[in-house]
């Protein structure tokens, strides 16, 4: 269907038309011009009046004109952005000429642009078009790495979960770091979730992990000199003796006495209890996640299954250890697989909620470093990044930039528009302008994993997730119905008596 022709002064990648509808902004056309069917989409669209210009000052002039003249006395104009020929999307070296005719684009044009069923997954449709589907190539998406963001409400968990149920259909693995247990329980079509509880063996962890726990400060040289020495000591007795997780507790406790005693610093002794105080509020605050007998990381990550560590009951400095420690596990277990054939045999998908808080802007966190460099050499050896986060300002610029792929459902504050805009090099201003006025679900979708930027419906997510909004007014009638029944019950009981 025509819509206009181009008018004005044209380039070889935006050009301006004059319709005699007005049609949606997002909507795909066809330009034909130099033996070539080009695909463009409208960026911009104004409605105006010859003869009634914003110089009109009077209401009464508008009636009459308006009498004069009639309905149809206005004009509609709009900026076509050039996204390159339909065959290859190459942009073409010359503009379209003055009168070129501006059509509607055929669906079955569309459905060729946004497929890639082979190794891709259908993630949604077109907003302006829903009877195209909008395919994502996941070899580009995980070697890649993807960013979703958006306020908080706006559809980012049910992305996660289509994007995880279209990897399980591919027979792939996802693992997903949960912070508030929205996925441990999920049911998805094409596989299933498999819950790992984050608890550690502390002989696998990082000297830096643990003395995160124990909240000693990279400043306080003397108690992590203390501790090392005693860690040594432990460990390289329960290499002979394997002991209960209670007695590593024990033993560190005894270990640090020993090398207090050894020490010839007359203030040894106390710089030891100020390390012993620690030892015994990490056992009290996270002694549930310290377990001799935990599973090593990669005997708990399966193909085909979602994997997910549930850290909805842990504190931002434990579920940062958690998390370093699995990135670290991982890259390390995929670079050996590559080079010797022995560890991670398979690709993995990592998914990090709350992405601000493992990786936070202006602040060294055990994750963040694992993060960025799982982004810069993840590729390489089948290790893909989400970052997940409702508040991408508050995201480390270097770790976002990293991401090559994005899908941004709705984002309201300015500042948090311009952050992403500067860590994205294909989110143009037309685009920028859409993400407030975003529908609930509805994403602008770019990068590496599709052929065009695209303002997509996301798909609905037909599985079962445990996060969501709880429904507050019938929260309150229930508890309130259940009060008022123990209460009666109570009466009935007292009558008797």
């Given amino acids: 269907m025509k819509l206009g022709y181009v008018v004005g002064e044209a380039s070889p990648t935006h050009v301006i038309f004059i319709s005699k509808k007005p049609p949606r902004l997002g909507q795909y056309v066809i330009l034909e011009y130099d033996g070539k069917k080009v695909l463009g989409i409208v960026r911009r669209v104004v409605m105006g009046s010859v003869a009634l210009s914003e110089d009109i000052h009077d209401p009464t002039v508008v009636e009459r004109i308006k009498d004069l003249e009639g309905e149809r006395d206005y004009y509609i104009k709009g900026i076509i952005k050039i996204l390159g020929d339909v065959k290859n999307l190459e942009i073409p070296r010359v503009p379209p000429p003055p009168a070129t005719e501006v059509r509607e684009a055929d669906s079955s044009i569309l459905k060729d642009v946004f497929s890639c069923k082979e190794k891709g997954v259908c993630i949604g449709v077109l907003a302006s078009n829903p009877e195209v589907p909008v395919y994502i190539d996941i070899n580009r998406m995980v070697s890649r790495h993807l960013a979703i963001l958006a306020i908080t409400g706006a559809g980012k968990s049910n992305t996660v979960a289509v994007i995880s149920d279209g990897i399980l259909g591919l027979g792939g693995a996802v693992l997903i770091f949960d912070m508030h247990s929205e996925y441990v329980d999920a049911r998805f079509r094409n596989g299933d979730v498999n819950p790992i509880s984050p608890r550690v063996n502390p002989l696998h962890l990082h000297l830096s992990e643990l003395l995160k726990l124990l909240n000693i400060d990279y400043k306080a040289h003397r108690q992590e000199y203390y501790f090392r020495k005693a860690l040594k000591k432990v460990y390289n007795h329960l290499k002979r003796h394997p002991e209960d997780t209670e007695m590593f507790f024990k033993l560190l406790v005894k270990a640090l006495d020993d090398v207090a005693e050894e020490s010839k610093s007359r203030d040894a002794k106390n710089v030891v209890i ?44 434990a579920s940062d250890v958690i998390v370093s420690h699995y990135l670290r596990t991982l890259l390390y277990s995929r670079k050996s697989y590559k080079s010797t054939g022995e560890g991670l045999a398979f690709p993995v998908f990592v998914v990090l909620e709350e992405a601000h808080i493992l990786a936070p802007k202006g602040r060294s966190t055990l994750s963040k470093y694992w993060i960025s460099r799982i982004a810069r050499e993840g590729r390489k050896f089948g290790l893909g990044l989400c970052l997940v986060s409702q508040r991408p300002k508050a995201l480390d610029p270097d770790t976002l930039s990293q991401a090559n792929n994005m899908i941004v459902l709705r984002l309201v504050e300015p500042s948090d528009q311009r952050f992403v805009q500067q860590a994205s090099e294909t989110l143009s201003e037309d685009l920028l302008e859409q993400l407030p006025s975003l529908n609930i679900g509805e994403a602008v979708v770019l990068g590496l994993m599709v052929k065009i930027p695209a303002i997509v419906k996301i798909n609905k997510f037909e599985g079962k997730l445990s996060g969501g909004d709880i429904d507050i007014v019938s929260e309150w009638k229930r508890i309130r119905e259940e009060e008022l029944e123990l209460e009666k019950a109570y009466n009935d009981i007292t009558e008797e008596w």
């Fill in 274 to 317: 100020s390390v012993q105080n620690k030892l015994e509020a990490m056992q009290d605050k996270y002694g549930f996640i310290i377990d001799l007998q935990a599973p090593s990381v990669l005997n708990q990550i399966k193909l085909g299954y979602v994997n997910v560590v549930d850290l909805g009951a842990l504190d931002e400095d």
